[in-house]
C-alpha cells in the first residue's frame, strides 16, 4: 500500500478535506448516495491537523447527492461529446475524471490552486488525457490550458461561493466569450446560507467561509446569452436519495419552506 502525505492547507483549500470526508462517509454508509470507490482510500492516505471534521458529518448526503447530480451532468455531456472538454474547476481530491472513466478523445482539466495540485498529483495517477493545472481561477495562467475550439463543459462543484461575486462573474464571461459553445453546471447557495456560513465552527476554524449567494434575476442579467437547462434543489434530491429512508418524506415536507428549498441549488447553463 502506497504511503501517507503530509498535507498543509488553510482557508478554503482546506474545505476540500470536508467535501472528500464526507465522500468517504457516504461510501461507507450501507446505502451510498454517490459510492465514490475512491474517496476512502484518498482520505486515509493524507495526515493533516484540521480538526473537527466530524461536525460536517451531517452534510454527508448533501455532498453525496450534489455530487451524484453533477455526475449525472457529466455524463450525460460525455455520451454526447466525444472530442469535448471538461473544465474541473476547483476539483479538490475529488476523483470524478476516474470515477467518470472518462474516454481518452475528451480532453479534462482539473483546475485548483497551486498546493491542491500538488497534493493532488501526489495523491491521484491520471491518465494523460487528464490534466493538472495548477492556478488560481482568479488569475490568468489556468486558461491558458483550455482549448477554445472543442465543446466544453465547466463543472464547478462547491466553489463559486468562496469567491468573489465579481470573480464568479468573470469566470463565467471567460467561459462564454472564450469558447466555440459551453456549458456550465455549478451549485449555489442561497444568502442566509452565506449569512449562517459565518457561524459555522468548521469554516471560522480554517479562516474561511462563502461569499458569493444565487441571485437568478441578476445571474440573468449578467450573463443574457446563457440559457438554463435545469436548476435542482438539494433537498429535492434527498427527497429521493436519502439514505434514512424514514427522513425522505420529512425532508420533502420540509423541502416546501423556501429557506430550506433555496439553501443549495444546482444549476445547469448552456451558451447555445
Ligand atoms: C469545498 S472544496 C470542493 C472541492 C471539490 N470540488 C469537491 O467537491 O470535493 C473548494 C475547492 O475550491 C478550491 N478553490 C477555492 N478558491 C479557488 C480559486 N480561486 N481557484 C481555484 N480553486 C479554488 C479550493 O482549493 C478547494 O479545492
Given amino acids: 500500500m502506497a504511503g501517507t502525505e503530509k498535507v498543509d492547507l488553510r482557508g478554503a483549500a482546506a474545505t476540500l478535506l470536508m467535501t472528500l470526508y464526507m465522500r468517504r462517509l457516504d461510501a461507507r454508509s450501507r446505502r451510498p448516495i454517490l459510492g465514490d470507490p475512491y474517496a476512502e482510500a484518498v482520505y486515509d ?6 480538526h473537527g471534521l466530524w461536525q460536517v458529518a451531517g452534510d454527508a448526503a448533501t455532498i453525496a447527492a450534489r455530487a451524484a447530480v453533477l455526475d449525472g451532468w457529466t455524463r450525460e455531456f460525455l455520451g454526447t461529446e466525444s472530442h469535448g472538454q ?5 476539483c479538490g481530491l475529488d476523483s470524478r475524471p476516474l470515477r467518470l472513466a472518462v474516454p481518452p478523445t475528451v480532453r479534462w482539466l482539473d483546475v485548483d490552486q497551486p498546493e491542491v495540485i500538488d497534493v493532488r498529483r501526489r495523491l491521484y495517477t491520471f491518465p494523460e488525457h487528464v490534466v493538472q493545472v495548477a492556478g488560481s481561477v482568479t488569475g490568468e495562467t489556468w486558461w491558458e490550458a483550455v482549448d477554445p475550439d472543442r465543446p466544453t463543459l465547466v463543472v464547478a462543484e462547491g466553489l463559486f461561493m468562496y469567491l468573489r461575486p465579481a470573480t464568479v ?3 463565467v464571461d471567460r467561459v462564454v466569450d472564450g469558447t466555440r459553445r459551453a456549458e456550465l453546471a455549478f451549485d449555489a447557495v442561497s444568502p442566509w446560507t452565506v449569512t449562517m456560513s459565518r457561524w459555522t465552527p468548521t469554516f471560522r476554524a480554517l479562516g474561511t467561509g462563502f461569499r458569493w449567494a ?3 434575476a441578476d445571474f440573468a442579467h449578467r450573463h443574457p446569452t446563457l440559457r438554463e437547462l435545469d436548476d435542482v434543489a438539494i433537498i ?7 439514505p434514512r429512508v424514514w427522513l425522505r418524506p420529512l425532508l420533502s415536507a420540509a423541502g416546501h419552506l423556501p429557506t430550506l428549498q433555496d439553501a443549495m441549488r444546482l444549476h445547469r447553463f448552456t451558451t447555445r
Fill in 169 to 171: 462573474h468573470a469566470v
Fill in 214 to 216: 444565487w441571485n437568478p
Fill in 236 to 242: 429535492d434530491e434527498l427527497t429521493i436519495r436519502h
Fill in 86 to 90: 471538461v473544465l474541473h474547476l476547483g
Fill in 45 to 50: 492516505r493524507i495526515e493533516h491537523d484540521v
